[in-house]
């Protein structure tokens, strides 16, 4: 531990980013004396795992674990239970695609030492079409972005003792931690939005989507139908959260489609193809 800061291991997690994981991980304070880097390369099929190993230079406190399954919620699961030992004070979540502003991870540890009501601590997007919106609800309603967050070690620790594992086929990290951060791993009746410190000194940006860009538009429309089936799953994991709590999350919430179907229905015009899209997905898996 340093006079200033706490420790921190910082994790990248990652699936086919061959085009930008070396910005990311360069992005990052590979050389700070208390920084351990994990780069969690998961379930991909191009050269993710060796341009992070050339990106980490061979240094002793960078490692690349790749893991042959795919999945970020079953990734995420899969280092804290077998990967994240020891546990250091802090640790920073990080989107292989995101490029970290200089002085974010030390921004968001030292956020958490200065709230230590909080378990966790989100970082801003510095680009993005939007980008304003998503800079006044992370202030207004504390949430997390899943491109950069931190998480407390001893949230983690707690996490672990209790058995907690993200559904496997959740779409995103970020909506659930920020949940359990909040009800400080209890039910909604615990919510407080003070364990949650936004921290607009810590910022990233990720590829915008550009007519140029053909691929981008693609990667983006894929998007958009995942954050459909992120807004149904959230709404499964909200009646949870507010009856059983965290204990009651299912190993897979597709165990919940077949009685949540008859529920869901696409929302309006803005996101009515995304939402008929992730519906399909959610019939296909409940038949």
């Known amino acids: 531990m340093t006079a200033e800061l706490p420790s921190i291991a910082v994790v990248v997690l990652a699936h086919n980013e061959e085009r930008r994981i070396a910005a990311c991980i360069e992005s990052l304070p590979l050389d700070a004396p208390g920084i351990t880097t994990s780069v969690v390369v998961n379930g991909s099929t191009d050269r993710t795992a060796e341009i992070a190993r050339r990106a980490g230079g061979r240094r002793p406190n960078v490692r690349v674990l790749v893991y042959s399954e795919g999945g970020k919620a079953r990734s995420w699961n899969r280092y804290l239970y077998q990967d994240a030992e020891p546990l250091a004070d802090v640790h920073v979540f990080v989107d292989g695609d995101a490029v970290i502003a200089p002085g974010s991870v030390q921004a968001l540890a030292r956020a958490l030492a200065e709230h230590p009501h909080a378990n966790a601590a989100s970082g801003f997007p510095l680009n993005g079409r939007r980008r304003a919106d998503y800079v006044r ?27 907690l594992r993200l559904p496997l086929d959740l779409v995103g990290d970020d909506s659930l931690i920020g949940a359990l951060a909040k009800t400080d791993l209890g039910s909604e009746g615990q919510w407080d939005d003070d364990r949650i410190i936004p921290c607009p000194e810590a910022a990233f940006s990720c590829e915008v989507a550009s007519l140029l860009r053909p691929r981008t538009l693609l990667n983006q429309y894929r998007r958009m139908i ?62």
């Open 137 to 163: 609800e992370l202030q207004s309603d504390r949430g997390l972005v899943g491109d950069l967050y931190a998480l407390r070690g001893s949230f983690l620790r707690r996490m672990k003792e209790l058995g």
């Open 226 to 287: 995942n954050y459909s089936l992120r807004y149904f799953q959230n709404r499964m994991v909200s009646s949870i959260m507010r009856s059983a709590g965290p204990e009651g999350l299912p190993e897979r919430l597709s165990e919940l489609y077949p009685e949540w179907l008859p529920r869901l229905e696409p929302r309006g015009p803005a996101y009515w193809w995304f939402d008929r899209a992730a519906l399909a997905r959610i019939r296909r898996l409940a038949a």
